[in-house]
């Protein structure tokens, strides 16, 4: 793919369908994220710990995190339900954004024990990942649905019971020659970093703008 990264059909809160708009509060660069200690929504970006994992492809997830900690000045670096963690407030709205450290195909255990100990539902969940059926700068949202072979997303929709909870998927390709764990866990090639880049930066702001905002889909 060349040219602009694209979101493939968001609706907010019952609305037209949009782009996530330049107007909202999150999108202010004086707005201040402050610490708490209770918890309203929990953001989750999946991928494998450690530097031989940098970098990857299954990573998005992690890199869109990255993303947001670094855009309301927060260090995801507390370990804390088998995950490095993150907390703050946005508009009233209190975040823990986490990265599970079981590795991708146990993500469910840290994703059931942070929504336990916090009591929270399916409804205040958002999990950002990689998919293989998206080409690479194109993120896709949505508000239910399959884990679509993914294996963190079945893997947290096994220990939390339901698949009915947000996610935003980043494109991250496929290439039929090369086996699919070969695939996953390369680099992105160098001449599509940029639209890489992009992508991971509107999963960025798609993921602030939930924390207000419905990612209802039909």
Known sequence: MSGAAEIIQYKCSGTARCAVPPCCAFHRRDHVFQKQTSI?????????????????????GFAALDHVAEKWGVRVTKAKFDALTGTGTAAGVKVLLMKPQTFMNLSGEAVRAAMDFYKLSAQDLLVIYDDLDLPVGKIRLRAQGSAGGQNGMKNIIRHIG????????????KDARIPVIDW???????????DYRQAVELARDAAIYSCSHSLWIP
């Open 162 to 173: 339901t698949q009915e909870f947000d996610r935003i998927r980043v494109g991250i390709g």
């Open 184 to 194: 996953v866990l390369g680099k992105i090639r160098r001449e599509e970093l940029e």
């Open 40 to 60: 309203d929504t929990i953001i989750v970006g999946l991928g494998n710990p450690g530097k031989k994992y940098e970098g990857t492809r299954h990573n998005a």
